[in-house]
């Protein structure tokens, strides 16, 4: 069964970048789609964007439109989230997952706090 | 975009006790509603999709119900794990949204 493996916690300045990928392992995506849904400090689930690695589209929410990037590296098995502009409200874990319209399984999430 | 608003925000309850979280959509969303779980410091994890069908590895006590704008997720007999979030989240409409959770503590 696959399971996705994230890469491990940032600390990033206001204004700069940050990229996190997200590799399955024990398997592939095959033809599912992946999203990252990310959780501020204390608070709920808030879905960003998804990608469907072997076609490489890519749909996201409008709020993040224009400042998130999802590629994926399929020969890899790996899919990566590019987050610009950074500000401390982007202070969140970040966890990408399998989508087939719902969630599952989820990779561990990862850490990303933005702090001058 | 479709709003779903989780009710109780808690819900105090005791060990053996029955929980019904309630979660209502701004908009149908059919039958395709999702719950998941959360425990401390781990990722969420899907109990119960499409509605009523629990995922793999959900406990028998976990059942969802509902169709259109309300659905309930119901625990039949609190065990001491359960005591942790658990979310809503619809797959009707782009985007795709979450309720804002409800805590199940120990009463």
């Known amino acids: 069964q696959v399971q996705l493996v994230q890469s491990g916690a940032e600390v990033k300045k206001p204004g700069s970048s940050v990229k996190v990928s997200c590799k399955a392992s024990?398997?592939?995506?095959?033809?599912?789609?992946v999203s990252w849904v990310r959780q501020a400090p204390g608070q709920g689930l808030e879905w960003m964007g998804g990608?469907?690695?072997?076609?490489?589209?890519?749909n996201f929410a409008q709020k993040f439109q224009g400042r998130v990037r999802i590629t994926a590296d399929e020969s890899t098995s790996t899919v990566y989230m590019e987050l610009s502009s950074l500000r401390s409200e982007d202070t969140a874990v970040y966890y990408c997952?399998?989508?087939?319209?719902?969630?599952?399984?989820w990779g561990q999430g990862t850490l990303v706090t933005v702090s001058s | 975009e479709i709003v779903l608003t989780q009710s109780p925000a808690t819900l105090s309850l005791s060990p053996g006790e029955r929980a019904t979280l309630s979660c209502r959509a701004s908009?149908?969303?059919?039958?395709?509603l999702a719950w998941y779980q959360q425990k401390p410091g781990q990722a969420p994890r899907l109990l119960i999709y499409?509605?009523?069908n629990r995922a793999t590895g959900t406990p028998a006590r976990f059942s969802g119900s509902g169709s259109g704008t309300d659905f309930t997720l119901t625990i039949s007999s609190l065990e001491p794990e359960d005591f942790v979030v658990y979310y809503c989240?619809?797959?009707?409409?782009?985007?795709?949204?979450f309720g804002q959770g409800t805590k199940v503590e120990i009463k």
């Open positions: 499409d509605a009523s």
């Open positions: 024990g398997g592939t995506f095959s033809n599912n789609a």
């Open positions: 990608i469907i690695p072997i076609f490489g589209t890519a």
């Open positions: 997952a399998r989508d087939v319209h719902f969630f599952d399984p």
């Open positions: 989240q619809q797959r009707s409409n782009w985007p795709w949204t």
């Open positions: 908009q149908s969303v059919r039958s395709y």
